[in-house]
T-cell receptor, first 109, second 114 residues
Framework: DAKTTQPTSMDCAEGRAANLPCNHS???????VYWYRQIHSQGPQYIIH?????ETNEMASLIITEDRKSSTLILPHATLRDTAVYYC??????????WGLGTSLAVNP | DGGITQSPKYLFRKEGQNVTLSCEQN?????MYWYRQDPGQGLRLIYY???????QKGDIAEGYSVSREKKESFPLTVTSAQKNPTAFYLC?????????????FGDGTRLSIL
């Protein structure tokens, strides 16, 4: 499974868009990009996933570059409750998720 | 509500004692997973099961055991052979029919050694 690279930490002002980048340059053709977040002392929460097209749901948007080597998770209007560690994971049909250290996002008032 | 229930939320173990962590799901998911998370680290896979009465070792299975007698339940036993059991344990499940469906997680059990 491909591994990912994310910034260690990011800050965002409340009400502004949070754009979280992820590099996955060794991604294979059948691997999906998944995003989860984890608020302190809770289980990871699934946010969104995609293969090659951009995706949007009620929580976020996922933008995947045409070469699929990187992606960006967008939280359109960040709130204080979005403060969490965000994990970008790529996984294929064997379904093993390899978890890195993620990006610690701080949303500031 | 549908979801994954882990119990207890906090658990304390004495030296040399086995303890069992419960994971129950009512999502009708076929696959279930156990992860361990240490402070400041990502999740590591302990065991997983794709179907009832079958399970496979993950990356750090030593000192742990599981069973999968029912679709809804996937208990994890932390044995006395696990020398560093203090961690946050997370259970997940997912649908297997569509290979790209995500795993969904419970709220975890925090295990500490007395």
């Amino acid at each position: 499974d491909a591994k990912t690279t994310q910034p260690t930490s990011m800050d965002c002002a409340e009400g502004r868009a949070a754009n979280l980048p992820c590099n996955h340059s060794t991604i294979s053709g059948n691997e999906y990009v998944y995003w989860y977040r984890q608020i302190h002392s809770q289980g990871p929460q699934y946010i969104i996933h995609g293969l090659k097209n951009n995706e949007t749901n009620e929580m976020a948007s996922l933008i995947i570059t045409e070469d699929r080597k990187s992606s960006t998770l967008i939280l359109p209007h960040a709130t204080l409750r979005d403060t969490a560690v965000y994990y970008c994971i790529v996984a294929g049909n064997n379904r093993k998720l390899i978890w890195g250290l993620g990006t610690s996002l701080a949303v500031n008032p | 509500d549908g979801g994954i229930t882990q119990s207890p939320k906090y658990l304390f173990r004495k030296e040399g004692q086995n303890v069992t962590l419960s994971c129950e799901q009512n999502l009708n998911h076929d696959a279930m997973y156990w992860y361990r998370q240490d402070p400041g680290q990502g999740l590591r896979l302990i065991y997983y099961s794709q179907i009832v009465n079958d399970f496979q070792k993950g990356d750090i299975a030593e000192g742990y055991s599981v069973s999968r007698e029912k679709k809804e339940s996937f208990p994890l036993t932390v044995t006395s052979a696990q020398k560093n059991p203090t961690a946050f344990y997370l259970c997940a499940s997912r649908v297997t029919g569509n290979s790209n469906q995500p795993q969904h997680f419970g709220d975890g059990t925090r295990l500490s050694i007395l």
